[in-house]
């Protein structure tokens, strides 16, 4: 028992933690205020828009890496060296060169 009141904290040590704690909540609660208050919130019609045009253009990039693709597996059919040694000749590089990969269709 004598172990547990040396642990426990002392009052006026009890009295700075219950400030702190109160500034903490006052800050938090200002934040909170701030956030609720502010008026640059996405629409929903501008959140449609984004997304519609972010489906357009991953769209698009599909398409068109599926064109080159076929372009470059087309000409590669005649090439006598191998698909890597032509990508470094003619100066291509892909997305997996760079680790960029296609958004998931949604």
């Not at 640059?40 to 449609?48: A, F, I, Q």
Request: glycine share 2%; net charge negative.
């Amino acid at each position: 028992e004598l172990k547990d009141l040396n642990s426990s904290m002392t009052t006026p040590e009890m009295a700075r933690e219950v400030e702190e704690l109160r500034k903490d909540c006052a800050s938090h609660t200002e934040k909170l205020e701030r956030i609720k208050s502010a008026t640059n919130h996405v629409t929903p019609e501008e959140k449609e828009r984004v997304c519609s045009q972010q489906k357009l253009y991953c769209k698009e990039w599909r398409r068109r890496k599926r064109m080159a693709t076929e372009l470059l597996e087309a000409i590669l059919e005649g090439y006598p060296k191998s698909k890597k040694q032509f990508f470094e000749e003619v100066g291509i590089e892909t997305d997996e060169d760079h680790n960029v990969t296609l958004p998931a269709a949604v």
